[in-house]
C-alpha cells in the first residue's frame, strides 16, 4: 500500500498534477520493474565480464559446478548469500590452479587467511576428489588485464 508522503513526491513529479491512487500505483508499480530490472541486468553484465575472463576447460568447468554447489549448500546451511561465502572470481580461480595445498590455496584471487580457515579443508576436499576423477589435468587459461597466466597442466 502507497502511503501519502509516497503519493505527495509523485504528485509534485507530475508538476503538482493531481493522481488518483491507480494512477499512483500504477506509477510506483512500473518504478518498481523498471528497479529490478536495471538491478537484474547489472548482475548479469558482472557475471558476463567474469566468464569473458576465464577459459575453462570441460574439467575445469565441472569443478566449477562442483564449487557452486557446495557455496550453495554452505550459504544455506549459515543463512548468507552465496557470494558472502566465496565469490565467483574465488571459485573460478581455485577451478583455473586446483590448489593442493592451504598454502596453494592462499595464492588464489579473493580467497584470504579467514576464508581459507573457515572453508579451506572442504575445499581443498572438494578439488582432491575432482582430481582423482580426472585422469588427464587440462590446461585452464585466466586472462586478467590482459595478462595471460598459464594454470596447472
Known amino acids: 500500500m502507497i502511503n501519502e508522503k509516497d503519493k505527495q513526491i509523485?504528485?509534485?513529479?507530475?508538476?503538482?498534477?493531481?493522481?488518483?491512487d491507480a494512477s499512483v500505483?500504477?506509477?510506483?508499480?512500473g518504478?518498481?520493474?523498471?528497479?529490478r530490472r536495471i538491478k537484474q541486468l547489472?548482475?548479469?553484465?558482472?557475471?558476463?565480464?567474469?566468464?569473458?575472463?576465464?577459459?575453462l576447460d570441460e574439467s575445469a568447468q565441472r569443478l566449477l559446478d562442483k564449487l557452486r554447489q557446495w557455496r550453495g549448500q554452505v550459504a544455506?546451511?549459515?543463512h548468507y548469500p552465496a557470494y558472502c561465502i566465496l565469490?565467483?572470481?574465488?571459485?573460478?580461480?581455485?577451478?583455473?590452479?586446483?590448489?593442493?595445498?592451504?598454502?596453494?590455496?592462499?595464492?588464489v584471487y579473493k580467497l584470504g587467511e579467514k576464508k581459507l580457515e573457515q572453508y579451506g579443508d572442504a575445499i581443498l576436499k572438494?578439488?582432491?576428489?575432482?582430481?582423482?576423477?580426472?585422469?588427464?589435468?587440462?590446461?585452464?587459461?585466466?586472462?586478467?588485464?590482459?595478462?595471460?597466466q598459464q594454470g596447472r597442466t
Open 31 to 35: 518504478i518498481m520493474a523498471l528497479d
Open 87 to 107: 565469490q565467483d572470481a574465488a571459485l573460478l580461480g581455485i577451478a583455473c590452479k586446483r590448489p593442493k595445498t592451504k598454502y596453494e590455496l592462499l595464492e
Open 126 to 148: 572438494i578439488v582432491q576428489e575432482h582430481e582423482g576423477k580426472d585422469v588427464v589435468q587440462p590446461k585452464c587459461i585466466l586472462v586478467k588485464k590482459g595478462i595471460r
Open 42 to 55: 547489472k548482475h548479469k553484465k558482472r557475471k558476463m565480464a567474469l566468464q569473458a575472463q576465464v577459459d
Open 76 to 78: 544455506h546451511v549459515e
Open 25 to 29: 500505483h500504477g506509477a510506483i508499480d
Open 10 to 20: 509523485l504528485c509534485k513529479a507530475a508538476d503538482g498534477l493531481p493522481l488518483d
